[in-house]
Each structure stands twice: as C-alpha cells, then as structure tokens.
C-alpha cells in the first residue's frame, strides 16, 4: 500500500513484527461495514460512478461472506484487516477496488473500525452483566427472610438477610452497567473523514456517516480523532471494575463454600475435583473469576503505559490497543456467564446461616435499648462492651447472664432486656432504604427489578 516510496522490501523479522492481522483480523465485519458506507459516500460525492459504488459494494458483500463463512484465504502480503480486505476486493472487483482508498487513511479506518468493534463488545458485556443480576436476584426472592450473620473485618458483625447480601453483589454490578454506558457514548464518535490526520478534502457529510455506522457524531478534531485511544482505556477500566466486582462475590462463595462455614453448595457443573483426593469438591469456577481480575487489571495498566508518552496523530504504537481490548472483552464474555450460572444453581444452607448467629451480634441492638432509655450511645457502647466481656469472663451468651448482671452494669436495663436477644427483631428494626429488614429488602427487590426493567 506504501511500496512507491520504497525500493527494498522489509526485513522478515521487522514484517512479522510489523504485521496485526492475526489478530485484527477480527473486525473484518466492522472493517467491510464502514468502506461501505465510505464508499456510499464517495459516490455521493461524484468521486466514483453508480455503476462503480454497485462494483464495490457487491465485492465487499462478497469478502463479508467469506470472512462469515470462514471461506477467506490470507496471505502473507496481508498486513493487517484493512490490505487483507482491499487486496481480496481487488480480485473481485477488479481496478474499481483502488478507488474506495480514495480520501481515507489506514489512520481513520482503524479508529473507526476499533469503535464500532468496542460497540458491539460493550453491548455484549452489558447483557452477560443483566444475566448475572437476574440470577443474583433469583436467588435473593428464593430465600425469603432467611437470617445470616453479616460480617466486617472477616468478623461477625450483625445479623442480616441473606437476600440482602446477595444484593449487595447486585448493585456494584448495576453500576458497571452504567459505567459501560457512559463509555458507549463516549465510543460512538465517528472517525472516519479525518484521513491521516488533517482532514479529508472531500465533500463527504460526516454527520451521515456517522448516522449510517450507528454513532452519534463525528469527531470535532481530525487530529484527535485518529489518535484518541480514550474509549479502549475507559473500556478495560470498565472490565477492570467488573473483574474486581466478580473477584469480591468470589471470594465470598469460596469462603462460604467451605467446610468450616458450609453456607452454600455449590453445583457440580460449575466445581472440579481432586486427581488425589476423592472426597474434594473445589470452587474452581470462582477461584478462577477471582484469578481472571488480575488479567483484566493488568491490560488496563497496559494501555495506560502505552498511551501517556505518545505525541499528537497516530503513532504505530496505537496498535497495542487491539489485543488488550479483545481479551479482555473475551475474558468477561467468558467468565460472566459462569458466574451467572453458578449463582443461579448455588444452594445455599439457610439452617446453617441461621445456626451460625450468636448473641454477641446483637451488642449493637442492647446498646440500643439503653439509648432508647436515654442514654449517650457513647456510654452504651461502653456499658455493651462491659456486659461482652462479662459473658466471655463467665464463658456464657450474652443471654446467659443473670440478670444482675445487666442491672450491675446499669439501672436503666429491665427485666424486658431478654427480649434484645432475637436476630429477626434485630433484622426487622434496621427498616430505614437500603437497610437489611424484610420491608427495606422488598423495596430493593423492586428497585432491583426495575433496574433490569
């Protein structure tokens, strides 16, 4: 495509080097797609005949159904997608082929090819996201009112819903979703018309460009436009954070898998054994959605470096922003699925959960009972704190302590003190939005369903 300039042919090692096909080679369908709405455009500009825009799009309608059909044949001379799909149309269409380059750069084409593909790649992450929201919220409906001890610092902490927790995976999620259509927006921005980097001197309408590939405008700075990378950045900082999200509801159904805490079991289709050991069942599925965070971390780090030293225009370094941005693409449409899979099949053991509460959760709620009756809830943290370390002293529950000993620690308790040691009441009385009792949590329910909605 640039031989005339040239006299000796490139070096193997630097061709091989050079060459991005095997791997973007994947756009052929968003590559093929804008050379034909640019060659609409070249028509309606009187650059090329009707008679020469039917030549070309029916040699591109042709090079699509190889590619889809797995038909196309590569050769080596094909440096990237853009020469392997010109040099087949070529072929096909004869001498007409040279005339779609016509006003357009490699340099606009691949920016635009790489937006349209990161479209369809956020799309598609957004629908594996709302799977795994169903399912998450599937189980939350399913188990009712069910009691589990909630927990900070790895520590039992309070009594909570178990269908509170499973939305507290939902609503990071939901964010992601509105972080990946943030970016969308973003992505949709049209490149094509900025040539290499100055502008095309065509009179081809941008905006109808734009309209025909599905973005929103074209790009205000030709400039910018061929070498603006923020979209494919903005995009693994989303697959990023939905890594670590995935990473975090992991590491909580590895724990609670576990024998020691035994909360859930989960289904043999999304657990592996051991080669050793016939009793094992492992939670390899979330053990490796843990594991993938570091890959999609890692590409963003990646780009970040890629990008910061770069002049103004396109730079060949540009090229390393096509095999993060698959990857990682490829990564969540892997690893999302399983996740919602394994969640939606998970059985998780409420009479466990429920088993595993103990009276020195409800600290809080017998410091409550003191502010109720006037007291700072500073003092009542200190008195509560008195009565735990009473219990531990006399190796009892909380409940296990004579009742001189709560009237020892204040005379504002009563005999109806007792009444503090029930999980559901603990559970029911945080009733404000957001909090874990049965009414707060329906309201989430809903929300969650409209979200999805």
């Not at 540009?318 to 095999?323: H, I, S, T, V, W």
């Not at 490829?330 to 103990?358: H, S």
Request: hydrophobic content about 50%; overall charge negative.
């Amino acid at each position: 495509m640039w031989g005339g300039r040239f006299s000796g042919s490139m070096n193997e090692h630097m061709a091989r080097f050079n060459n991005s096909f095997p791997f973007d080679r994947r756009m052929w369908a968003e590559d093929i797609r804008g050379s034909m709405a640019w060659a609409r455009q070249l028509a309606a500009a009187k650059i090329i005949t009707g008679a020469e825009l039917n030549a070309l799009l029916a040699g591109l309608e042709a090079v699509r159904a190889e590619f889809a059909e797995s038909r196309f044949a590569a050769l080596p001379s094909d440096e990237d997608i853009h020469t392997a799909v010109e040099r087949r149309l070529g072929e096909l269409a004869g001498a007409v082929a040279g005339k779609l380059h016509t006003g357009r750069s490699r340099n606009d084409q691949v920016a635009t090819d790489v937006r349209l593909w990161a479209l369809g790649a956020i799309a598609r992450a957004d629908a594996a996201i709302r799977d795994l929201q169903a399912a998450l919220l599937q189980q939350a409906e399913a188990v009712g009112n069910a009691l589990m001890p909630g927990y900070t610092h790895m520590q039992r902490a309070q009594p909570i819903l178990l269908a509170h927790w499973l939305l507290a995976h939902f609503w990071p999620l939901e964010r992601d979703r509105a972080r990946l259509a943030d970016c969308a927006a973003r992505t949709a921005v049209l490149p094509l018309g900025a040539g290499a980097l100055a502008g095309t001197p065509l009179h081809v309408d941008r905006a109808a460009l734009a309209a025909e590939l599905g973005m929103r405008a074209p790009t205000p700075n030709s400039l910018d436009a061929v070498s603006d990378r923020d979209f494919v950045a903005e995009f693994l900082f989303c697959a990023a954070m939905i890594g670590t999200h995935l990473s975090r509801l992991a590491e909580d159904m590895i724990i609670y898998s576990t024998s020691e805490f035994g909360f859930v079991m989960l289904d043999d289709a999304y657990s592996t054994g051991s080669s050793l050991m016939p009793q094992k069942k492992n939670p390899d599925s979330f053990e490796l959605l843990r594991g993938k965070s570091g890959r999609l971390i890692g590409h963003l780090m990646g780009v970040l470096t890629m990008l910061k030293g770069l002049p103004a225009a396109y730079d060949k370094d540009l090229q390393e922003d096509k095999e993060p941005l698959f990857d990682a693409a490829d990564t969540l449409e892997l690893a999302l699925p399983v996740a919602a899979g394994a969640i939606a099949t998970a059985r998780f053991n409420t009479t466990r959960m429920r088993a595993a509460l103990d009276d020195a959760m409800l600290a809080t709620d017998i410091a409550d009972y003191l502010v109720e009756r006037g007291m700072p809830f500073r003092e009542a943290h200190k008195v509560s704190g008195v009565l735990v370390r009473e219990a531990e002293q006399r190796n009892t529950t909380l409940s296990g302590l004579p009742f001189d000993a709560f009237r020892a620690a204040s005379a504002l308790f009563e005999e109806d003190v007792l009444d503090v040691f029930s999980p559901e009441r603990s559970v029911s009385a945080r009733s404000v939005p957001g909090a874990t009792a049965p009414t707060a949590v329906q309201a989430q329910i809903a929300q969650a369903h409209a979200a999805l909605a």
